[in-house]
C-alpha cells in the first residue's frame, strides 16, 4: 500500500471503486449508504494520485451504464435498483422509437455516456435520472473528446483486468506506449503503477485483434458479461432453466454468438444433457473460441449418461486434431461430479487440464489404464505449465 493514501495504492483504490459501485441500491439503507460514502472516500484517495472524477465519468462509464441500460431495457432481470428509481429511468430511456433494438441499444448508450460527462456527481453515484428536459438537452452537447475518455478507460482497464484479453483495443495501445516509450498522457507519473506487462504480450494481442478483428461491439460485450454474471447467480441457487432462459435473451440480439450459445447448453446440463450437449455441438461447429471449454462440456455430458468410452473418443479426437499444443490455461467455470453425484459449478484455470483429469477419472472408471496414464500425464504436464512460478 502506498504513503500516500495511507492504506491505498491506486489499483487498491480502482478496485474498491468498482466493487463499491457493484453495489445494490436495493436493501438496508445503511449498505446503500456505505456504498455511496465508499465511492466518495475511493474518488478522493485516487484525486490524491492526481486523478479527478473523470476516474468515475470516463473510467467507469461502462461499469455504471450498462447494469442500468440492460435492466431499463429488461433484457436481464433487475436485481440492482429499487423498482421506483428504475421505472423513472425506464421512461426516460425506452421512449421514442427506432428501426430496432439494437440501434435503441446504442442511442440509449451514447446518452447515458453524455449524462455521465455532465451530471452532478451524486446523481451520477445515486443513479438519479435526469429530468426530461435536462435529457433532451443532451443531445444537442457535442461529444466528449475521445482522447479523454480513452486514457481513463486504459486506467480502468489495466488496475481492474489482470488479463489483457479483456482491455478495449484503444487500452492495449495505450499501454504499448507506455511499456515502449513510458507514455503516461495527461495523468501524473505516480497515478499510473507498473504492471507485469510486456511488449511481447501486447504485440501479440494487438496484432490477432488487427488480423482477426472481432464483431462483437463493445455493447455486445458489455451485455454478455451482464447476462453471463445473471445467469451464474442463478445456477447457483440451483435454477438452471432460468439461467439458460436469459442467454435466450441475448441469442435474440446476437443470433450469431457461439459464445452464448455454448453458454446456454452449459446451463442445462444439470436438467437436460441431450439438449444441453446438442446446442454445445453447435456451438462448436459454428467456430465457438473456446473449442476445449466447449469439448470439456460435451464430455461431461455423456459421462453424466454413462457413455465413456464416446467421451473418451471426442477428447482424444480434440486433443489430436484440435488443440494448440502450447496453450492449455483457458480459464473457466465448469461443472464437475460434486457430492452425493450431483453437478457442481468449480473454476478451473485450464480447461485442458480439466479434459485430462475428467478423462483419467473416466478412463479409471472402465478400468483402462492406458488412457488413464496418458490423461494423468497430459494433465500433469498442464499443470506444471500453469503453476505460478516460485
Request: proline share 4%; with cysteine.
Amino acid at each position: 500500500m502506498s504513503v500516500l493514501s495511507n492504506d491505498y495504492d491506486v489499483c487498491a483504490a480502482f478496485r474498491a471503486l468498482g466493487s463499491a459501485l457493484n453495489k445494490p441500491l436495493i436493501g438496508d439503507s445503511g449498505e446503500v449508504s456505505l456504498r455511496g460514502n465508499t465511492i466518495n472516500r475511493m474518488l478522493g484517495i485516487l484525486g490524491r494520485y492526481g486523478l479527478t472524477d473523470g476516474v468515475l465519468r470516463y473510467g467507469f462509464a461502462d461499469h455504471v451504464a450498462s447494469p442500468l441500460l440492460f435492466r431499463a431495457m429488461n433484457l436481464i432481470p433487475n436485481d440492482l435498483y429499487p423498482e421506483s428509481l428504475l421505472s423513472r429511468w425506464k421512461r426516460i430511456l425506452v421512449k421514442g422509437d427506432l428501426p430496432d433494438s439494437l440501434l435503441m441499444l446504442s442511442d440509449r448508450y451514447m446518452m447515458l455516456a453524455k449524462w455521465m460527462a455532465s451530471a452532478d456527481l451524486r446523481n451520477i453515484i445515486d443513479l438519479e435520472p435526469p429530468s426530461d428536459e435536462e435529457w433532451d438537452k443532451l443531445r444537442l452537447t457535442p461529444d466528449e473528446d475521445a482522447v479523454v475518455s480513452e486514457q481513463y478507460q486504459w486506467l480502468y482497464d489495466r488496475y481492474l483486468f489482470t488479463e489483457l484479453n479483456a482491455w478495449s483495443t484503444t487500452s492495449l495501445h495505450y499501454e504499448y506506449r507506455y511499456v515502449v516509450d513510458k507514455e503516461i498522457g495527461d495523468f501524473p507519473e505516480r497515478a499510473v503503477e507498473e504492471l507485469p506487462v510486456t511488449r511481447s504480450e501486447l504485440v501479440e494481442i494487438i496484432a490477432n485483434r488487427a488480423v482477426y478483428s472481432s464483431k462483437e461491439s463493445v455493447l455486445e460485450y458489455r451485455l454478455y458479461s451482464q447476462v453471463y454474471e445473471s445467469a451464474l447467480a442463478h445456477l447457483k441457487k440451483g435454477d438452471c432453466e432460468q439461467a439458460a432462459t436469459l442467454f435466450d435473451f441475448f441469442l435474440r440480439q446476437y443470433p450469431g454468438n457461439m459464445t452464448a450459445l455454448n453458454a446456454k447448453g452449459f446451463c442445462l446440463i444439470p436438467v437436460d444433457t441431450d439438449k444441453a450437449e446438442k446446442l454445445i455441438r453447435q456451438a462448436v461447429c459454428g467456430g465457438l473460441p473456446t473449442r476445449g471449454l466447449g469439448i470439456y462440456n460435451i464430455c461431461y455430458c455423456r459421462l453424466l449418461r454413462g457413455d465413456v468410452m464416446q467421451a473418451l473418443q471426442e477428447a482424444d479426437k480434440y486433443w489430436c486434431e484440435f488443440r494448440e499444443s502450447e496453450r492449455g490455461s483457458t480459464p473457466a467455470i465448469i461443472w464437475q461430479v460434486g457430492r452425493g453425484g450431483k453437478a457442481e459449478l468449480v473454476s478451473t484455470e485450464s480447461t485442458d487440464a480439466s479434459i485430462a483429469k475428467l478423462c483419467a477419472a473416466a478412463a479409471d472408471s472402465i478400468g483402462d489404464d492406458v488412457r488413464r496414464t496418458r490423461w494423468q500425464h497430459r494433465a500433469e504436464v498442464l499443470d506444471a505449465a500453469t503453476a505460478p512460478a516460485l
